[in-house]
């Protein structure tokens, strides 16, 4: 069964600073790979999706997310932070074979901004 | 266009009552999945509907909860009896064929 692991459950950043949140998943084949973000009282967005192809993928909002297969991750990143993007962010992963729409979501990571 | 839409946003009820979830797809799209988010969790895949059909039913905690989605467009998820246990936020999605899905703002459902 897939799985998908965020190593850090919250990130405090500076507004203008850098971002980089960590996402690994386990699964047995070529991974369909998503990233969400959840804003208090709004839905899960996508901000971003890979499903095959360049492994450098751009997303709205300025994110975007490196495939690396070698090391079972898909990282979001963002070259400057705004205080806008304070939100919760989910790294997911479709499910293999017949079940191939199943997302499985990480725990989350809560980012925090700083002014 | 309109995004996914469920209704109520939030509900409070009593342990042992039954509760209707609704969930509004966006036009035109065939699937629909129903998942679960406890507090500080990721979402969990409930049940998946094709259409009309039920395709997927294996995330459904136990017999409390079944979903339809009678003529393929909107969903009700029902819990019976509710349980303190089954507070949480129920999200819906909706998706094209094979594509990604888009997700409503969710019910938050608290079972006092």
């Known amino acids: 069964a897939q799985s998908v692991t965020q190593p850090d459950i919250h990130i405090t950043v500076s507004e203008g600073a850098s971002l980089e949140l960590r996402c690994n998943y386990s699964?047995?084949?070529?991974?369909?790979l998503f990233w969400y973000v959840q804003s208090p009282g709004q839905g899960l967005q996508l901000l971003l999706k890979?499903?095959?192809?360049?492994?450098l993928v751009q997303g709205i909002k300025g994110f975007e997310a490196e495939f690396k297969r070698s090391q079972s991750s898909f990282n979001l990143r963002k070259p400057s932070v705004h205080w806008s993007d304070a939100a919760e962010y989910f790294c997911a992963v479709v499910g293999s074979g017949g079940s191939n729409y199943k997302l499985t979501f990480g725990k989350g990571t809560l980012l925090t901004v700083n002014p | 266009g309109a995004g996914v839409s469920q209704s109520p946003r939030y509900k409070v009820t009593k342990r042992g009552q039954d509760v209707a979830l609704r969930c509004d797809p966006i036009s035109g799209h065939v699937s629909l999945y129903w998942y679960r988010q406890a507090l500080g969790q990721g979402p969990e895949f409930l049940t998946y509907f094709n259409y009309e059909a039920q395709q997927d039913k294996s995330g459904l905690p136990n017999d409390r909860f079944s979903a339809e989605r009678p003529e393929g467009s909107i969903s009700t998820l029902t819990i019976q009896r509710t349980e303190q246990r089954d507070s949480a936020m129920y999200r819906c999605?909706?998706?094209?064929?094979?594509?990604?899905?888009?997700f409503g703002p969710g019910t938050r459902l608290t079972v006092l």
């Open positions: 890979y499903f095959s192809g360049d492994t």
């Open positions: 699964y047995g084949a070529t991974p369909y």
């Open positions: 999605a909706s998706s094209a064929p094979y594509n990604e899905q888009f």
